[in-house]
């Protein structure tokens, strides 16, 4: 599920008798094209100002995608089969068996605008967190326009994570962006003549 922007952002006014002309817009298939790859999901926790939500990740070969887990309105079993996922996560088809639907909590993060930090042990502990790490999304001038501080069930999926995270963003900035060959330098032969 897509919430529209006015669901998302508070602070859009956009009045009741124009939405019609935003709902054609709503991004049905973005997060299915062909050659998409899904690399990793999961269940994680996303730490809040005052409690902790259940989120469920989606790392892609070119994005991350931060859903939140919530009750859906219809009755368990009746999920849109075009919310259903390919995904041979057990864990995720059980969501849409009991009811409950992912919804993106945020825009999806291109892989080349994110960073990651690792928050150890020492520091995670001081405010209350465990196997905890940021996820930074950055817009294309390096400004810092969302964090998600995640915490992970256990230390080894959060090490999985920032690996696959860390991985994902390197094989797509070497898409995006190939390294160039470094030129070599000719010697230069001093000379007189022209």
């Known amino acids: 599920v897509w919430p529209p922007i006015w669901g998302r952002n508070k602070k859009v006014f956009l009045p009741e008798s124009l939405r019609h002309l935003l709902k054609d817009n709503m991004a049905e298939g973005l997060l299915s094209p062909v050659n998409r790859q899904l690399l990793n999901e999961g269940r994680l926790s996303l730490a809040g100002a005052t409690k ?8 892609f070969d070119d994005l991350l995608l931060i859903t939140k887990i919530k009750s859906a309105k219809k009755k368990p079993g009746a999920l849109d089969a ?10 995720l088809h059980g969501l849409g068996r009991d009811g409950t639907v992912c919804s993106v909590l945020d825009q999806p993060i291109p892989l080349d605008r994110l960073e990651l930090k690792n928050i150890d042990p020492f520091h995670s502990a001081g405010c209350g967190l465990q196997n905890a790490f940021l996820v930074i999304h950055q817009n294309r001038y390096q400004q810092c326009i969302g964090i998600f501080t995640l915490q992970a069930p256990s230390e080894a999926v959060k090490k999985t994570w920032l690996s696959d995270i860390k991985t994902a963003a390197t094989a797509y900035r070497n898409v995006i962006e190939p390294p160039q060959p470094l030129l070599r330098r000719l010697p230069v032969n001093e000379s007189s003549e022209i």
Request: net charge negative; no cysteine.
């Open 52 to 59: 902790f939500l259940d989120v469920y990740l989606f790392l």
């Open 82 to 91: 075009s919310l259903r996922s390919p995904s041979p996560n057990p864990e």
